[in-house]
């Protein structure tokens, strides 16, 4: 029943901005740990981007400055702001929730969205 939605993705030049969303369902982002992850063709799924569910936030060396992870726990939706976007930052992004409310730990996935930076 938990489902995580990406939205946001597409063809952006270098230098640009996207914003991706996440919404969830089955889920409460107040009580879970968000993540962003991306995967690049032929590479491992990296993180790019934590919340933890009070609010602490961590970054990929490569995003530090450039992207920052937030939320709106009323919405259930997690948001992942990209700036001075470069061609290293293209793939497929990931929205990741770990939930802490309950056991045993559960953690689920949404579908992808592709960003693509043209340079």
């Known amino acids: 029943q938990v489902q995580l939605v990406e939205s946001g993705g597409g063809l952006v030049q270098a230098g640009g901005s996207l914003r991706l969303s996440c919404a969830g369902s089955?889920?409460?982002?107040?009580?879970?740990?968000m993540a962003w992850y991306r995967q690049a063709p032929g590479q491992q799924r990296e993180l790019v981007a934590h919340?933890?569910?009070?609010?602490?936030?961590n970054y990929a060396d490569s995003a530090k400055g450039r992207f920052t992870i937030s939320r709106d726990n009323a919405k259930n939706t997690v948001y992942l702001q990209m700036n001075s976007l470069k061609s290293e930052d293209t793939g497929v992004y990931y929205c990741?929730?770990?939930?802490?409310?309950?056991?045993?730990?559960?953690?689920?996935w949404g579908q992808g969205t592709q960003v693509t930076v043209s340079s």
């Open positions: 089955g889920i409460i982002f107040s009580g879970s740990n």
């Open positions: 919340s933890d569910w009070v609010g602490r936030t």
């Open positions: 990741n929730g770990e939930i802490t409310y309950s056991q045993p730990k559960r953690e689920y």
